[in-house]
């Protein structure tokens, strides 16, 4: 029972290596605040050797949430920024291309080759050959075209 009267600072550098560690195995963030809060009760152990257990469990605690709560509110959401909110929306990525019709759009439908895919497009009204349109929106794999 010695153990458990007696935690010095390496304790704390160790717990909060393990919970370091064990963060790094993915558990997305939860064990982030109180490894740096077994850490930092390190430090504070190391500075002040005599303090009680019961204070340094209640300093840890506090800590540990508090760490917890930054963590969460400020680095958490900067993670969630949408660098490419279009990248599995092929038909949305299409939305400002221009390109000139290779055969005529008569009943308002017709199918068009841009890069390697074969798409559905569809105009208000019929086009000729050789108009020169651009994509102004998508519905599913459709692409909806207009005259420039």
């Known amino acids: 029972m010695e153990l458990f009267t007696d935690i010095t600072a390496y304790h704390w550098l160790a717990l909060g290596l393990i919970l370091l560690t064990a963060e790094v195995l993915g558990t997305a963030g939860f064990l982030l605040g109180a490894g740096v809060a077994a850490l930092g009760m390190g430090g504070v152990v190391a500075l002040v050797p005599d ?14 949430m508090v760490a917890t709560v930054v963590y969460f509110r400020l680095f958490r959401d900067a993670q969630k920024s949408d660098g490419a909110p279009l990248l599995n929306k ?19 439908v017709t199918k068009v080759q841009i890069g390697d895919t074969l798409w559905k497009v569809q105009a208000d009204k019929p086009l000729v050959k050789g108009t020169k349109v651009e994509v102004v929106d998508a519905k599913r794999m ?5 005259p420039v």
């Open 142 to 146: 459709s692409l909806i075209i207009a």
């Open 90 to 108: 092929r038909s949305r990525r299409l939305i400002g291309h221009q390109f000139t019709l290779e055969e005529d759009l008569a009943l308002g």
């Open 51 to 64: 303090l009680s257990l019961g204070w340094q469990i209640i300093l840890y605690a506090i800590s540990a």
